[in-house]
């Protein structure tokens, strides 16, 4: 049985890969720090996976849980754009080095493939449908380190491939901080019977896509064989959601209103001419039933 090696597998889109790689007779091995995952998120499969609580900053341990790996997913990162803004340099330590760490870890190893979790956020306010030859304009240090950690899985010596995720939706996503995705934020609203505040006139729209679509996507591309130098590859859906729709399909009660926040991109969604060509991998999860796969 192949070993895959989850890097922030106790994360949100970690631990449904974890749950997808079991489900397909892999052995896991997860590494994560714990600072924003949770051992609850993999606390069903008990010891049949493997739990490493350490941190992709330190390159021995990187080394250590890379070594007799096939295939690594390497999502940890921290994922905060606001933060990152305010704590650059925490943000180049883990979403940059960290990643080096993993890729030279990976290249000294039997890994065949890392593949890393990559954000549409390289794009910037780019006009969409967004392909992936649209130049890179990061409006954070969180997407700048972003692209510089693609640039360096390019440069590897080790076979690599970097989806771009668009919004990640779904089960176990965390509602409690100001960082979450705004479908978790707008739930918890409506379940507490409170309207939301939208930044902006609302018309801003996503590309929301939702965490199975990604696993089934992350997985493709570990075996693709048209793939492996780094490439970028959307996942989304190519439909464009504003903030103001998606408030109404989650039942919300009507939103108050405030500035938009300064960085915030306008409209988003991806091209997915590249997911299917290359991957054969197409989103199939619409929203409205998407939105009832949430707990
Ligand atoms: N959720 C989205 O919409 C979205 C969009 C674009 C990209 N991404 C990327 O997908 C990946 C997963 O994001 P998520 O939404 O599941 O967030 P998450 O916060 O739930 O998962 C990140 C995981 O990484 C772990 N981690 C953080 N720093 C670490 C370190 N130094 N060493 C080891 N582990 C560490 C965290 O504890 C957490 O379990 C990230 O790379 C993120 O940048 C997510």
């Not at 341990?61 to 340099?89: G, K, N, Q, T």
């Amino acid at each position: 049985m192949s070993l895959a090696l989850v890097t922030g597998g106790a994360g949100f889109i970690g631990s449904h890969l974890v749950d997808a790689l079991v489900a397909s007779g892999h052995r896991v091995r997860v590494l994560d720090d714990l600072s924003t995952g949770h051992l609850d998120n993999l606390a069903h499969h008990g010891d049949r996976i493997e739990f490493v609580e350490g941190t992709i900053c330190d390159r021995s341990i990187c080394d250590m849980v890379a070594d007799d790996a096939e295939i690594v997913y390497h999502l940890a990162s921290r994922v905060s754009v606001v933060e990152s803004v305010a704590e650059p340099e925490r943000y180049r330590e883990v979403v940059l080095e960290g990643t080096r760490h993993m890729l030279d870890a990976a290249a000294g190893a039997v890994v065949r493939r890392l593949v890393l979790a990559s954000s549409c956020s390289v794009y910037g306010d780019a006009p969409p449908p967004i392909s992936e030859d649209a130049r890179f304009d990061p409006q954070s240090p969180y997407a700048a380190m972003k692209a510089e950690a693609e640039e360096a899985c390019r440069a590897a010596q080790v076979s690599t491939v970097c989806p771009r995720f668009f919004n990640v939706y779904g089960a176990r996503q965390r509602a409690d901080s100001p960082y979450s995705g705004v479908i978790a934020i707008f739930r918890r609203f409506a379940a507490e019977g409170v309207p939301p505040t939208i930044f902006g006139d609302g018309l801003q729209t996503r590309d929301f896509i939702h965490v199975g679509d990604v696993v089934r996507g992350l997985m493709l591309a570990a075996g693709a064989s048209s793939v492996g130098r780094g490439e970028p590859i959307n996942f989304g859906t190519g439909v464009a959601t504003s903030v103001r729709d998606l408030a109404s399909l989650i039942e919300c009660l009507p939103p108050g209103f405030e500035p938009a926040r300064t960085g915030e991109v306008r409209h988003s969604s991806a091209s997915t001419v590249q997911a299917w060509e290359r991957l054969g991998f197409r989103a199939e999860i619409e929203l409205a039933s998407g939105l009832t796969l949430l707990d």
